[in-house]
Every structure is written in structure tokens, then in C-alpha cells.
């Protein structure tokens, strides 16, 4: 099939997504107040785990942050960004077989991965969207216009980061369809990203494995660079380039490892079939 | 090579899945070399029990499983290799119950699968109303009802809706009508018989005979992943059972002579295929004749022997023996094979 062909049944499908969104976020306004309301409690959470080792003067200094609530704010916005686009990847998948609706979607494109990308993306579009509109408010009170435009950054930043984690997100979807345990896929993946990525605890405390293992977390240099801009200081600018370059090269190398096992994982799915 | 006017195509599926973990891990063999073929504008009613191979064989056609071993083609492309174009021709509808996003309305519903399927959108908002009412569900006043609100029926009646979206040439269902009510049901039929009349070809799979007998051109049997017996349903009949019963409803009159009766009939059929009860001033008579001979002759001789015996003919009926015996015969004899 053409490459022009894949990109055409690829950009119905993200249209039809987002205006599946749409009336989903009119039907259920249960649903959209709790998306508002959920980066807050992500926000206390991420506050809760940093200083339950000490005071939040203790946190700002361990994070090495200027001002630990911007970071806060921002940290847990970059949680829900990176992290996210896996999580919410997967999650589509689950909820569509859950729905009895993964049949249907399947059939609207030669490739369940081109679905599984295409919606992927538009969901956690989506979701990224709800939480900046949700914690913008926050951010303009504690701290003006400034701490806006910082934000603004690191949203940029952060959808820069979600790239490199887009083939490990059709990978961790596909896995959830062929595991029968199919929550413990998520359930393993997303904490252990968080914890080795320094959301949560700098990077310098954790134990040399998984201090070893961040180094190849792209999220890691996601909340690095957020670190860096919530400083906002100029002599850094360089080093926010350097982490936008390595986001690049992960971008490369986790989607071409990603690209080859889908292959096989998507083979194996269609072989073992898709429950309703 | 297909032939143009075949729909689908199906030669010696096999399907096997894995069951258990570990040392327990075993093979089940789902399909055991489903061979069948749908002409155009025909409805194949697959039946069989539960665990027989129904929906595996219908997921392989629809390109949502693939077969170890074996080719299927839909309108003469393969579901493997042309999965997309198979895709593109296809309508299927897996189950009545689920299948739908349940805050979602009816017509909202059909707007996001309309979209995913590429259908533009001003063709698709006329293409909704269209299907809307061709189901029914404007008619009962359900098109703007929350999924999550709707009755069984109707959300049969959106499934068939979504299927009929994309225009399909071949329609693909997986037991429409289950757990339906019967005007539910009869309507699904229904409209299954006029898009087969329009050109249309349907599989359907079901376990309910009637249906079987009623819906289709053609049914198939298929016991524990193979196809046992295949044809129209009135085919299957004559290829199971080789004897038609006629039973006879007559009136006593006073010149009655029921010996002479018994006498005559016994030099008229086979002896014990024969079978007279007495009920009030009513003979109820039965007999039983090879399939090969004309019922009619048989009820002539009937009706002179009574007439000449003292007996007046109330009611004569050739027996039929339904899809339902077929399939336990034709079960039994898989079974016991």
C-alpha cells in the first residue's frame, strides 16, 4: 500500500478520534471534572513522596530546584505528559476490548499498530491538554506570568519527550493484548519509569541499578531539562539543547526497536486473536 | 482460483490455541479443516453448538485471527495477505450485547465509527439517518438514546446499523439474534433476507434451528472444528432422513369398519410403519413411506380406503422433519465418529 494512502487512513483516524473526545468529554462530565481535578492529586502525591524525607526548604535543596512548587506543578505535569503517552496508549487498547469495541477499531485500518499510534496520540493529546488547562491556574497564582511561560516550555519540552516513548507505547499495547494479566503490564512499567526518571527522588539517591537504569529513561532528561528551565538561567540554555538532542537520538533508537517488535508482537496478536 | 461468483471462500481452516500454563500447557484444536463456500447474494447460516468453531471460523473470515493452517478469501482476496481490502468490503457484527461506547447515543455512535472507517463526513451524516431508519431505531424513537440505556433489541438493531454503514457487499454476524426478543428478532431476519435480496452476501452463525431453517440458502454443520454436513435446509432433510411420515386425521361414521381399515392399510405400507389410535369419534392414522415415493399417491390411496371403510378424511399432513432433527442426527453420528 502507498505511503500516502497510510498517512491518509492514518490522519482519518486521528480526526475520528478527536471527535470521539469531544462528544466523550459533553457526555460525561463526570469524567471531565475528574480529569481536571487528577493532576492536583498527582501534584500532592509527587509533594508527599519528595519531602517525606524531609522539610520542603530539605526537597528544594535534594532537587536542586529555585522554586520546588513550580517544580512540583511542573514534575507532575511532565508525569502525566511522558508517562503518559504509554499509559494512555495502553490504556485505549484496554478500554476498547473491555468496551467489546477493539474488533471494530481493528478493522478501520490495514495495521493495528497505525490504530494503536494514531489514537495514542490523540488521547494523550488530549489528556495533556486537561491537565495544563487544569494546573495553569495554579501556576499563574503562585507564580505570575513568568512561571507561565515556563510552563509553556516544558509543555513543548515534554511533547518533545513523549516521542521516544511512542514505540515503547505501541510495544507496552500490544503486550497488553497478548498477556492475560493485562493491567500488570501497566501496573510494572509506568511506577518503574516515574521512580527511575527522578519525578519523584532525585536521580543521586536511588540505588546504582536503577540510577543506571534512568540513564536510558528518556523521561529522565524530560524532568532534567524541566529542573533546568524551572531555573530559567541563561548560562543553562546550552544543556536544555543537549537534552533535546538526546531526546532525539532515544526518538530514533527506541522507535526502530520498537518498530521491530511490533512487527512480530502485532503477528502474534493477530494469531492469538482479540477477546471481546 | 475463485470463481466470480463466489463470496467467500473457505478451504481446510485449522485453527489450534493454546490452553493452561507451564507443564500444563496444551493444544486445542478449534478447526479441524473448515472447508465452505458463500455464493454471492446467499445467506450461509453456519450452526453448531457451543465450542464448535462458529466464531473462530467467523474471526479468521473477518481477518481478526489468523489460521495455522488453511486459505480464506473474501470476494476472491485472500484474509491474510489483502487483509485491508478484505477489510474494506466487509461488514461484521461480533456480539449484540457489547460493542459500543455506553455514554455515547446511537447516533453519535455511528458519527465516531463512520469516521474511523474513512467515510467522509457529509456522506455520513445522510448515511446515518439512512441506516437509522432502515433499522428501525428513528421509528421506536432510540437514535438519540444513550447506549448504555438502550434495550437488547436496540442495540442489536445499532449493530446491524454500524454494519450497513460502510455499505458492505458481504455481511459477516456472529449470532445476531442471541438473547433477542422475537420481534427483535424477526426484524433482524428480516432485514437480513432484503440485503441478501438486494445482492448482498450474509454468513451468519447461530445455534438456533429455526433461525437456520427460516434465514438461510444454505447451512452448514459444523461439529468440533469440522463442517459434517452442508446444503439447503430442505437438502439436509432428504440427505438425513430417508422416510416421510403422513399422519391422517379421519371421522368415525356408524359404517365404520376398523379392521377392514387396518387390513387394507397393511397391504398398502410396509408392516410396522403403520400406526392407528383411537381418539373419541376421531382415527388418528400414521404412516411412514420411503422419500423416494410421491406423498401424494399415498394420501390418494388413503382417502379411498377410508372413504371405502366407512371413514371421512378430516385432515391429511406430510410430516417434515425439522433443521433441529437434522442437527441432533447429524451431531450424534459426528459424535460417534
Do not use: C
Request: glycine share 8%; aromatic share 8%; hydrophobic share 50%.
Amino acid at each position: 500500500m502507498p505511503l500516502g494512502e497510510h498517512a491518509r487512513i492514518f490522519a482519518t483516524i486521528v480526526k475520528a478520534e478527536a471527535s470521539f473526545r469531544i462528544m466523550e468529554l459533553k457526555r460525561n462530565p463526570i469524567f471531565t471534572i475528574l480529569s481536571l481535578v487528577w493532576p492536583y492529586l498527582m501534584l500532592v502525591s509527587i509533594y508527599v513522596l519528595g519531602t517525606s524525607y524531609g522539610s520542603i526548604e530539605r526537597f528544594e535543596a535534594a532537587m536542586k530546584v529555585d522554586d520546588p512548587i513550580l517544580f512540583l506543578a511542573v514534575a507532575s505535569a511532565i508525569a502525566f505528559t511522558a508517562v503518559g503517552v504509554i499509559d494512555y496508549t495502553t490504556n485505549s487498547i484496554l478500554w476498547h476490548r473491555w468496551l467489546g469495541t477493539l474488533p471494530y477499531v481493528i478493522m478501520s485500518t490495514p495495521s493495528f499498530t497505525a490504530y494503536m499510534i494514531a489514537s495514542g496520540i490523540v488521547v494523550t493529546g488530549f489528556a495533556i491538554a486537561m491537565n495544563y488547562i487544569s494546573i495553569s491556574p495554579l501556576i499563574l497564582v503562585i507564580g505570575g506570568f513568568e512561571s507561565f511561560y515556563k510552563l509553556m516550555i516544558i509543555v513543548g519540552i515534554a511533547l518533545l519527550g513523549m516521542v521516544p516513548l511512542a514505540g515503547i507505547a505501541a510495544v507496552a499495547g500490544l503486550l497488553s493484548i497478548i498477556v492475560k494479566e493485562e493491567g500488570n503490564v501497566l501496573g510494572f512499567l509506568n511506577p518503574l519509569l516515574l521512580l527511575v526518571s527522578g519525578v519523584f527522588y532525585p536521580i543521586e539517591i536511588l540505588p546504582r541499578i536503577l540510577a543506571l537504569m534512568s540513564k536510558l529513561v528518556p523521561v529522565t532528561y524530560l524532568v532534567e531539562t524541566a529542573k533546568l528551565v524551572a531555573a530559567f538561567q541563561a548560562t543553562e540554555v546550552k544543556i536544555i539543547y543537549i537534552a533535546l538532542y538526546v531526546f532525539g537520538l532515544m526518538a530514533i533508537v527506541y522507535n526502530l526497536g520498537g518498530g521491530m517488535v511490533i512487527a512480530m508482537l502485532e503477528r502474534h496478536a493477530q494469531k492469538r486473536g482479540v477477546s471481546m | 482460483m475463485i470463481k466470480a461468483e463466489e463470496a467467500i471462500v473457505a478451504r481446510d481452516l485449522r485453527k489450534r490455541f493454546p490452553v493452561g500454563m507451564g507443564l500444563r500447557r496444551k493444544q486445542v484444536e478449534a478447526l479441524k479443516g473448515v472447508t465452505f463456500t458463500v455464493r454471492r447474494g446467499e445467506i450461509y447460516a453456519l450452526l453448531g453448538p457451543n465450542g464448535a468453531g462458529k466464531t473462530t471460523t467467523v474471526r479468521i473470515i473477518s481477518t481478526l485471527l489468523l489460521p495455522d493452517s488453511g486459505e480464506a478469501r473474501v470476494l476472491g482476496y485472500d484474509v491474510v495477505k489483502d487483509r485491508w481490502e478484505v477489510r474494506k468490503r466487509i461488514g461484521v457484527m461480533l456480539s449484540v450485547e457489547r460493542g459500543f461506547y455506553w455514554k455515547l447515543t446511537a447516533r453519535e455512535n455511528l458519527y465516531y465509527f463512520g469516521r474511523i472507517y474513512g467515510i467522509p463526513k457529509r456522506k455520513l451524516l445522510g448515511k446515518i439517518e439512512e441506516v437509522l431508519d432502515l433499522v428501525g431505531l428513528k421509528e421506536i424513537g432510540a437514535e438519540d438514546k444513550p447506549y448504555e440505556e438502550m434495550s437488547l433489541g436496540m442495540k442489536a438493531r445499532l449493530g446491524l446499523a454500524r454494519v450497513l454503514l460502510k455499505d458492505p457487499e458481504v455481511l459477516i454476524l456472529d449470532e445476531p439474534t442471541l438473547g433477542l426478543d422475537p420481534p427483535s428478532a424477526r426484524m433482524i431476519r428480516s432485514m437480513l433476507r432484503s440485503l441478501a435480496d438486494e445482492g448482498r452476501t450474509v454468513l451468519v452463525t447461530t445455534h438456533n434451528m429455526y433461525e437456520a431453517e427460516i434465514l438461510s440458502d444454505k447451512v452448514g454443520i459444523i461439529v468440533s472444528g469440522r463442517i459434517v454436513m452442508e446444503g439447503t435446509p430442505s437438502s439436509l432433510k432428504r440427505t438425513v432422513y430417508k422416510v416421510v411420515p403422513i399422519s391422517f386425521r379421519l371421522k368415525i361414521t356408524p359404517m365404520a369398519d376398523l379392521e377392514g381399515l387396518r387390513t387394507s392399510l397393511g397391504m398398502l405400507v410396509e408392516a410396522g410403519r403403520t400406526s392407528i389410535t383411537v381418539n373419541g369419534d376421531e382415527v388418528r392414522l400414521r404412516i411412514v413411506i420411503p422419500r423416494v415415493e410421491r406423498e401424494e399417491s399415498y394420501i390418494e390411496a388413503v382417502t379411498r380406503i377410508s372413504y371405502e371403510k366407512g371413514f371421512k378424511l378430516l385432515e391429511a399432513r406430510v410430516e417434515e422433519p425439522s433443521l433441529e432433527d437434522v442437527f441432533i442426527e447429524v451431531s450424534s453420528r459426528a459424535a460417534a465418529n
